[in-house]
């Protein structure tokens, strides 16, 4: 299901305001794959983590991580859902990234929020989802 302007615009833009200011490591990439890109670990575990890490989210510098988790719960998702990951990941124009699987577990939810203040079809970076 992809839906689109869901998140509430102020949320929206504090998240978008946060870019500029987290620290970017450039180098990450997904198991197995060659393509490397820019990664921001808000909170998480290795990809076969069941344990929820909103506590983490909650300690990190920026507070309006756990308030887009809060509303996630609110709006998306059912309260009690645990939260097994949460990061920002960057692409340099010119780059792509891989195919990969977020998880092998049956009955979990990828959310990917796309944080761009402007989208012209010429810059690329197409989603596809299988």
């Not at 615009?9 to 820019?38: H, I």
């Amino acid at each position: 299901m992809v839906v689109d302007d869901v998140v509430p615009a102020d949320l929206y833009k504090e998240l978008l305001e946060t870019l500029p200011r987290v620290c970017w490591r450039f180098g990450w990439r997904s198991f197995n794959q060659m393509a490397r890109y820019w990664h921001h670990e808000i909170a998480g575990g290795p990809k076969d983590n069941t344990q929820d890490v909103t506590h983490a989210v909650r300690r990190h510098g920026f507070s309006v991580y756990g308030r887009y988790v809060d509303w996630l719960r609110s709006e998306v998702v059912p309260a009690e859902t645990p939260l097994l990951r949460l990061y920002l990941n960057g692409h340099t124009y010119g780059t792509d990234g891989s195919p990969h699987t977020d998880t092998e577990r049956g009955q979990e939810t990828t959310f990917i929020l796309f944080l761009n203040q402007s989208w012209k079809a010429e810059y690329g970076g197409e989603t596809v989802i299988f």
